[in-house]
Each structure stands twice: as structure tokens, then as C-alpha cells.
């Protein structure tokens, strides 16, 4: 991932992704490295701004491999709505 905005981050939200897969978690503005060698959904957060609903999901081949766990997160206020709305376009 390619750190194209100054003073955000990427990170592995913990449960957010399939398991046995590898989570990252990069520095603030710099670039970050992820290698998705499972399938299935990997939710992913801007620490700094988790708390206003900065968080991404990434599909790989088959997302029913975790979503009820995805939609299980406990996620904080704009986080959990945001998150909503990237599962709606989730290819089921
Ligand atoms: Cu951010």
C-alpha cells in the first residue's frame, strides 16, 4: 500500500482477517507491505483515525471464508457503520 496522504497509517485489525493469514501494520505516512496468502476478507484500519470510520476491506477469492467474523468486529462508532457499507459490496 502506497502512503499517497500524509499523516495516516494501515493496519490489520486483530480478527479481521483469515486464519493462519499474516496481518502488517505500517507507520504513519510511509508505505506498508501486505501479502494476502489466504482467502477471505481482511479488514484493515488508519490507526489514528480508526474512531472516525477510516477502515478499508480487502476481498481475496472467496469472502464467506470469514465474513460472520468480519460482522462480529467490535468496532468503534463511524468505524462499524463504515464497515457496514464495505460488507454491502462484499460479492457473496
Ligand atoms: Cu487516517
Known amino acids: 500500500?502506497?502512503?499517497t496522504d500524509k499523516g495516516?497509517?494501515?493496519e490489520s485489525i486483530k480478527d479481521g482477517i483469515p486464519e493462519g493469514?499474516?496481518?502488517w501494520k505500517g507507520k504513519i505516512s510511509q508505505?506498508?507491505?501486505a501479502t494476502f496468502t489466504k482467502e477471505g476478507l481482511y479488514a484493515y484500519k488508519c490507526t489514528p483515525h480508526f474512531g472516525l470510520g477510516m477502515v478499508g476491506l480487502v476481498?481475496?477469492?472467496d469472502s464467506s471464508v470469514n465474513l460472520p467474523a468480519?460482522?462480529?468486529l467490535k468496532l468503534p462508532g463511524?468505524?462499524?457503520t463504515r464497515m457496514?457499507?464495505?460488507l454491502d459490496q462484499v460479492s457473496k
Open 1 to 3: 500500500m502506497v502512503a
Open 8 to 10: 495516516h497509517d494501515s
Open 21 to 23: 493469514a499474516e496481518g
Open 31 to 33: 508505505d506498508v507491505t
Open 59 to 61: 476481498e481475496v477469492g
Open 70 to 72: 468480519i460482522q462480529s
Open 78 to 80: 463511524k468505524a462499524k
Open 84 to 86: 457496514a457499507e464495505l
